[in-house]
């Protein structure tokens, strides 16, 4: 059985005591050294306005594109290899790569789609999620599922959505 198959089967083998018991460790990322809620120490807002002004900040400044292609030099791996391995379609992509003028939000199943294909660890991963303001769950078994292939250096998105798919009952990366 090669290595693959064994992540796999021991998934499998061991399902329940990784869903009660496996710790999704959560790491905080800030977007570019901008506003990252959690981390900024700020006096209380005293209008609607400077709300407004910091969530325009934020929304600006965060873009999840360059630090996908900074994952894409570090890996070697070319923008149309990277989406054709994650499934995601050039429409989407392309989407992505304009998100900081348009406003466009990729879906969490997306990035982490993208993140399997460019065979992120759970930091990274968290990282890019938390760019989009999405994060993995401890109460969703499939981002357990997830996180628990990724820490095994599993990253065939075929698997694991299958395995989801077993599991669940439902799609979870192609939903």
């Given at each position: 059985?090669?290595?693959?198959?064994?992540?796999?089967?021991?998934?499998?083998?061991?399902?329940?005591?990784?869903?009660?018991?496996?710790?999704?460790?959560?790491?905080?990322?800030?977007?570019?050294?901008?506003?990252?809620?959690?981390?900024?120490?700020t006096?209380?807002?005293?209008?609607?306005?400077?709300?407004?002004?910091i969530?325009?900040?934020?929304?600006?400044?965060?873009?999840?594109?360059?630090?996908?292609?900074?994952?894409?030099?570090?890996?070697?791996?070319?923008?149309?290899?990277?989406?054709?391995?994650?499934?995601?379609?050039?429409?989407?992509?392309?989407?992505?790569?304009?998100?900081?003028?348009?406003?466009?939000?990729?879906?969490?199943?997306?990035?982490?789609?993208?993140?399997?294909?460019?065979?992120?660890?759970?930091?990274?991963?968290?990282?890019?999620?938390?760019?989009?303001?999405?994060?993995?769950?401890?109460?969703?078994?499939?981002?357990k599922?997830?996180?628990?292939?990724?820490?095994?250096?599993?990253?065939?998105?075929?698997?694991?959505e299958?395995?989801?798919?077993?599991?669940?009952?439902?799609?979870?990366?192609?939903?």
């Amino acid at each position: 059985m090669t290595n693959d198959k064994c992540v796999i089967e021991n998934l499998r083998a061991h399902y329940q005591e990784i869903i009660s018991n496996y710790i999704i460790t959560a790491y905080s990322a800030s977007c570019h050294g901008s506003v990252s809620f959690g981390k900024v120490c700020t006096p209380p807002l005293s209008s609607l306005s400077n709300i407004k002004n910091i969530v325009k900040s934020f929304s600006n400044t965060c873009d999840l594109y360059p630090s996908i292609i900074k994952y894409c030099e570090e890996k070697d791996i070319a923008e149309n290899e990277l989406y054709k391995k994650a499934h995601v379609s050039k429409t989407v992509f392309s989407k992505i790569r304009s998100m900081k003028d348009t406003g466009y939000k990729p879906s969490k199943s997306t990035i982490l789609c993208l993140c399997l294909a460019l065979e992120l660890n759970n930091k990274e991963t968290e990282e890019m999620l938390n760019i989009a303001g999405y994060s993995l769950s401890d109460d969703i078994i499939a981002d357990k599922i997830v996180s628990y292939c990724i820490s095994k250096r599993y990253y065939d998105v075929y698997d694991i959505e299958n395995l989801i798919l077993e599991k669940t009952g439902g799609a979870y990366l192609y939903s």
